[in-house]
T-cell receptor
């Protein structure tokens, strides 16, 4: 069974600085999708970025980018120019072949003013 | 507003009772997914429906059941409730069966069992 591991329960970053959240996953599949979701205090789940495993190019969405290392089964999220509104719980997720999206336990990100 | 509507937003009920959570997917989305998020936990997949048919099942208890209706709205029924069932229940939807482009989540139903 696939698993998703986020080894950093909490992180802090100074406003305007860059922070990287780590995620590793375990799978025997070769084609899959990876996601990062953000859950702010409102508890709403918001899709931040997605990556298709067959694409070598790392996905980018404005200040958010990923470092996808397929061989290492690593999928980290980089947030540049951190803003107070980025404070949230961040979940890494994997879409399995049987169409389930499996979530990691999350990393709580604090932004220090 | 994500376009996925969940009702009610909050629900407080006693142990042993039965409740129904409702979800209307985003317009055009055929897949509905249910997730449970317990306090300080990640999201646990419960069940998925696609165009009225059950498509995938996760760690859903036998006391829980769900269905998707012809108008594509879905209901999650929780019965014989226990204190441990207290959680945030999310519904999400996607246009494709497998959610390749990710899901759109509703704002959740906060269930408290007392």
């Amino acid at each position: 069974a696939q698993t998703v591991t986020q080894s950093q329960p909490e992180m802090s970053v100074q406003e305007a600085e860059t922070v990287t959240l780590s995620c590793t996953y375990d799978t025997s599949e070769s084609d899959y999708y990876l996601f990062w979701y953000k859950q702010p205090p409102s508890r709403q789940m918001i899709l931040v970025i997605r990556q298709e495993a067959y694409k070598q190019q790392n996905a980018t969405e404005n200040r958010f980018s990923v470092n996808f290392q397929k061989a290492a089964k690593s999928f980290s999220l980089k947030i540049s120019d951190s803003q107070l509104g980025d404070a949230a719980m961040y979940f890494c997720a994997y879409r399995s072949r049987d169409d389930k999206i499996i979530f990691g336990k999350g990393t709580r990100l604090h932004i220090l003013p | 507003d994500s376009g996925v509507t969940q009702t009610p937003k909050h629900l407080i009920t006693a142990t042993g009772q039965r409740v129904t959570l409702r979800c209307s997917p985003r317009s055009g989305d055929l897949s509905v997914y249910w997730y449970q998020q317990s306090l300080d936990q990640g999201l646990q997949f419960l069940i998925q429906y696609y165009n009225g048919e059950e498509r995938a099942k996760g760690n859903i208890l036998e006391r829980f059941s769900a269905q998707q209706f012809p108008d594509l709205h879905s209901e999650l029924n929780l019965s014989s409730l226990e204190l441990g069932d207290s959680a945030l229940y999310f519904c999400a939807s996607s246009v494709s069966p497998g959610g390749n482009y990710g899901y759109t989540f509703g704002s959740g139903t906060r269930l408290t069992v007392v």
